[in-house]
Nanobody
Framework: QVQLVESGGGLVQAGGSLRLSCVAS????????MGWFRQAPGKEREFVAA????????NYRDAVKGRFTISRDNAKNTAYLQMNSLKSEDTAVYYC????????????????WGQGTQVTVSS
């Protein structure tokens, strides 16, 4: 069973940066693709970024391309989301998730989820 714990959220001014971390535990975490999703109040959870199990492939939603960078360190069982040039519309709870198989942006392909970390961007 994979367990995921996010950290790094907080309050930041528009234009600022944050780095989210997701520490995974379990016997085979290095074979999982890792994804970041977010959910704003009153809205559905949406895909943000994903990275393949070996870090060789990444995928981003258009709204964050050029501002966010996903990465992972398998030696530390940790995935990261570096968020730069933050905007008020990035305000949401950010969730880390793990999936097997093809790299995907579909929420229902992810079997394991963290508890989420709040990111608030003030304008």
């Amino acid at each position: 069973q994979v367990q995921l714990v996010e950290s790094g959220g907080g309050l930041v001014q528009a234009g600022g940066s944050l780095r989210l971390s997701c520490v995974a535990s379990g016997p085979t975490v290095s074979v999982y693709n890792m994804g970041w999703f977010r959910q704003a109040p009153g809205k559905e959870r949406e895909f943000v970024a994903a990275i393949s199990y070996n870090g060789g492939s990444t995928n981003y939603r258009d709204a964050v391309k050029g501002r966010f960078t996903i990465s992972r360190d398998n030696a530390k069982n940790t995935a990261y989301l570096q968020m730069n040039s933050l905007k008020s519309e990035d305000t949401a709870v950010y969730y880390c998730a793990a999936s097997r198989g093809l790299l995907t942006a579909h929420l229902y392909d992810y079997n394991h989820w963290g508890q989420g970390t709040q990111v608030t961007v003030s304008s």
